[in-house]
């Protein structure tokens, strides 16, 4: 009975050690899309961004399909754009604009 106890308590130490790494890396997504707004679109007036699909491809590298509402502070009226962000270790690593009318692009790749 004393082994089952201490196997339980090592596996809960264990389980509350990797739960901070986890959480943080699901909080590091909307942090890199907020950094990739400001980067490309300094002059907003405001801002609205939808992920419509993600991608982990690894444990540090995740592909976000990202929507974008963007309301500049002079000339016409909102501008909606897509993009597909690359997320290293919780850091922006590269975008790629696409077409807003295609289908989801953030599948699993089929050989």
Same mark, same amino acid.
């Given at each position: 009975?004393?082994?089952?106890?201490?196997?339980l308590a090592i596996g809960l130490c264990l389980a509350i050690g990797f739960l901070p790494q986890a959480v943080a890396g699901k909080q590091d997504i909307p942090r #890199?899309?907020?950094s990739f707004m400001?980067?490309?679109?300094?002059? #907003?007036?405001?801002?609205?961004?939808i992920i419509n699909d993600t991608v982990r491809e690894k444990d540090e590298v995740t592909v976000v399909d990202l929507q974008t509402i963007v309301i500049?502070?002079?000339?016409?009226g909102p501008r909606e754009e897509r993009f597909l962000l690359?997320?290293?270790?919780?850091?922006l690593a590269g975008s790629q604009s696409v077409?807003?009318?295609?289908p989801t692009l953030c599948g699993e790749q089929q050989i």
């Open positions: 009975m004393r082994r089952f106890f201490f196997g #890199a899309i907020e400001h980067l490309h679109y300094p002059l #907003a007036a405001s801002y609205t961004w500049p502070k002079v000339g016409p690359l997320i290293v270790q919780g850091q077409p807003i009318d295609n």
